[in-house]
């Protein structure tokens, strides 16, 4: 662990992954993350069309968080080969009450593999432990079967529904 960084933005490291903050260099990989349609289906987001477009996302969203909250999801990077397969962490929703999220994804060859429980673990730990957060969410679709479980090993429950503003969906909310 890094020491000199902010509490929110330490690099972790899990037995099989590296969770760091992201950097615009990211991007490409960033990219192919995003621009999958399965990878999104339980989000409703929709899928990128270009490198740009994620570079402006992770401007827009994680680096922005690093530098207005402290804190925001981080890259996960595999041990093995140095590759990014994913993100996991924490995130501010202004929308939601400023309620603090857990969330993460990672491309489709790592599904399956516990990286989303392993990555969500430490982060989830260290939202509480060094961010001494009292309060931390995850959003699922009650469909998403795999990620129910994940927040479930966490120890979290569902506690109602809820929706985002201008969403046609709601999402569970798991506390």
């Known amino acids: 662990m890094s020491a000199r960084l902010a509490p929110g ?3 972790l490291q899990t037995k099989r992954l590296i969770l760091r903050p992201f950097t615009e260099a990211d991007a490409p990989a960033y990219h192919a993350l995003v621009s999958d349609p399965e990878v999104l289906r339980y989000t409703g987001e929709s899928p990128i069309t270009s490198v740009e477009e994620a570079l402006d996302i992770l401007r827009t969203r994680p ?3 690093y530098a207005v909250h402290g804190f925001g999801r981080m890259a996960c990077v595999l041990q093995e080969t140095n590759e990014l397969i994913g993100f996991c962490g924490l995130k501010r929703l202004e929308e939601l009450n400023n309620e603090i999220d857990i969330g993460y994804r990672f491309v ?3 599904w399956g593999l516990g990286l989303a429980s392993e ?3 430490a982060l989830y730990a260290h939202g509480k432990t060094e961010l001494q957060l009292t309060r931390i969410i995850g959003l699922v679709m009650p469909e998403n079967t795999g990620s129910v479980r ?3 090993k966490l120890g979290m429950q569902r506690e109602k529904a809820v929706r985002f503003p201008g969403a046609d969906r709601d999402f569970d909310q798991y506390v």
């Open 108 to 110: 489709r060859r790592y």
């Open 150 to 152: 994940v927040l479930e």
């Open 9 to 11: 933005l330490q690099t």
């Open 119 to 121: 990555s969500a673990a």
């Open 63 to 65: 680096l922005r968080d």
